[in-house]
C-alpha cells in the first residue's frame, strides 16, 4: 500500500459499546503510534508500538482502552463500554526516520 | 503549563506576504522538532523538521530553533490561499519516541 490506513473511517457507536478501531501502516515501518485528536486540538499521543512490543502506553485515557499489534505490522485500537468524551478522531502514524506518516483518522462519535 | 505552547490564531495574513508562526516548549531535554500541516478534515502531514540551533530552509519554508529559550519558530514567504490550514508544532520527547503537538496555530491567507 502506498500509505497508512485505517478503518472504520467513521465510526458511531452508542454510549456503552465496544469498538475496535484498525490500522494498516506502511510496509516495512517498524514503529507505529496511536494518537487520539479532539476539535480544534493537537494529537494526544496514547501508545507506541516497535514491533509487536508496546514500549509506552502512557497516554491511554483509562483501562478502557487497549492496543496490539500482535504480529508487528496491524495494529488495532479497542475501546470498551464506550463514554461520550471518547468522541474524536483516532489517529494512527507509522514512522521512518524522523518522519511520521498519518492515516486518515478514524471518527468517532458516541452518542 | 502545556508541554508545547502555540498561540491558536487565526493567524491571517494577504496573500504574498510572509507568515510567522511560534512555537515554545518545555521539556529542554528535546532533540527534535517538527513542523505539521492539517488541513480541516485531513491528516497532519510534516512539512519540516529541525535538529540544531538558526535556520532550516526548504523552498518557502524556513524553520527557526533556538534550543536556548526553547523556541521554535515556521516562516512562510510568499504565502499563497492554498497554505490556509492549522500547523502543529511538534517536539520529540526526551526518550526519542513520543512526540508532543502543541494545539496548533490556524492560518488564513486571503486572496
Known amino acids: 500500500g502506498a500509505g497508512v490506513s485505517q478503518s472504520p473511517r467513521y465510526k458511531v457507536a452508542k454510549r456503552g459499546q465496544d469498538v475496535a478501531l484498525r490500522c494498516d501502516p506502511i510496509s516495512g515501518h517498524v514503529s507505529l503510534f496511536w494518537y487520539q485528536q479532539a476539535l480544534g486540538q493537537g494529537p494526544e499521543f496514547l501508545t507506541y508500538?516497535?514491533?509487536?512490543?508496546?514500549?509506552?502506553k502512557s497516554g491511554l485515557p483509562s483501562d478502557r482502552f487497549f492496543a496490539e499489534r500482535p504480529e508487528g505490522s496491524v495494529s488495532t485500537l479497542k475501546i470498551q463500554r464506550t463514554q461520550q468524551e471518547d468522541s474524536a478522531v483516532y489517529l494512527c502514524?507509522?514512522?521512518?526516520?524522523?518522519?511520521?506518516?498519518f492515516g486518515p483518522g478514524t471518527r468517532l462519535l458516541v452518542l | 503549563q502545556k508541554e508545547v505552547e502555540q498561540n491558536s490564531g487565526p493567524l491571517s495574513v494577504p496573500e504574498g506576504a510572509i507568515a510567522s508562526l511560534n512555537c515554545t516548549y518545555s521539556d529542554r531535554g528535546s532533540q527534535s522538532f517538527f513542523w505539521y500541516r492539517q488541513y480541516s478534515g485531513k491528516s497532519p502531514e510534516l512539512i519540516m523538521f529541525i535538529y540544531s540551533n538558526g535556520d532550516k530552509e526548504d523552498g518557502r519554508f524556513t524553520a527557526q530553533l533556538n534550543k536556548a529559550s526553547q523556541y521554535v519558530s515556521l516562516l512562510i514567504r510568499d504565502s499563497q490561499p492554498s497554505d490556509s490550514a492549522t500547523y502543529l508544532c511538534a517536539v520529540l520527547n526526551t526518550g526519542g519516541f513520543k512526540t508532543i503537538f502543541g494545539a496548533g496555530t490556524r492560518l488564513f491567507v486571503k486572496a
Open positions: 502514524a507509522s514512522r521512518y526516520g524522523e518522519t511520521q506518516y
Open positions: 508500538f516497535q514491533n509487536e512490543a508496546q514500549l509506552d
